[in-house]
């Protein structure tokens, strides 16, 4: 059975590559295990510098969280344990060192906040972006809302979620959620560029700018009440009417409960 996630440490430069491309390197419960332990296991390793992310193939980086795996209907609740989507990318983004996300393809539904959870992005020319929750009555959780109006802007926080819409790769360059795109030709000389050049900075300024700047960019919103609205769409009828229709490949009947 192939491994979903694999770990190379070659020097000062870790690699974490999502490795299911005939799935386009989804991550459902195990999968994200998978990626937290790489990610804990670069962050321990103290010769570690930088750690880029990328995905297997050429055609998408991750398609995001396998949707069969989200709890839908009454008492459903969102999982809140080690690995969940949301404390997995919470650990990706405290990683002491500069992570570089190489987005060798198109990046959809969660994966779109695992890429804001690294501190840089860089693309190839022709992928593509979708966020869907509210394609199928999804509340995203509260640390990617964070991630996607403070790294990027409230506006394009509001076309990716509320909009639903899809952006192409100059898109995604101009409005700033790319650092770099490049064509396919230059990605992985790009990619060892860009690494090799954090690698050779000072560690211990590095991480500690890197976690200062965070703090200064947090912001303190009512988690609480946010988590309300979770729950209330995580136990909705709308919830499991777009996720059924989905699977049948229909325009989901919305109802608004």
């Known amino acids: 059975m192939t491994d979903p996630v694999l770990l190379t440490i070659d020097g000062q430069r870790a690699t974490i590559t999502l490795n299911d491309p005939a799935k386009h390197n989804r991550l459902d419960t195990a999968g994200l295990g998978r990626l937290r332990e790489a990610i804990e296991a670069a962050d321990a390793d103290p010769d570690v510098r930088v750690t880029v992310l990328t995905g297997a193939g050429e055609k998408t980086f991750c398609s995001g969280y396998d949707l069969g795996s989200i709890p839908s209907g009454k008492g459903a609740r969102p999982s809140d344990g080690r690995d969940s989507f949301e404390t997995v990318m919470d650990r990706l983004e405290a990683m002491r060192m500069p992570t570089l996300c190489a987005l060798n393809g198109g990046v959809y539904g969660g994966a779109t906040d695992m890429a804001l959870a690294c501190d840089f992005r860089l693309g190839v020319k022709g992928m593509r972006f979708f966020m869907p929750a509210a394609r199928f009555g999804l509340h995203y959780y509260p640390s990617g809302l964070r991630r996607y109006t403070q790294k990027v802007s409230p506006s394009f926080a509001k076309r990716a979620f509320l909009l639903s819409e899809d952006f192409t790769d100059e898109d995604l360059l ?24 954090l690698a050779g900075l000072a560690p211990l300024s590095m991480s500690n700018m890197k976690r200062a700047i965070e703090q200064f960019a947090q912001a303190e919103p009512d988690i609480g009440r946010i988590r309300e609205g979770i729950h209330e769409c995580q136990t909705s009828e709308d919830l499991r009417e777009g996720l059924t229709a989905l699977r049948e490949r229909r325009a989901p009947a919305f109802k608004g409960r």
Not at 177 to 191: G, H, K, T
């Open 174 to 197: 101009r409005v700033g959620y790319l650092d770099w795109l490049v064509e396919r030709a230059e990605f992985r000389s790009r990619v060892d560029e860009i690494a090799g050049r």
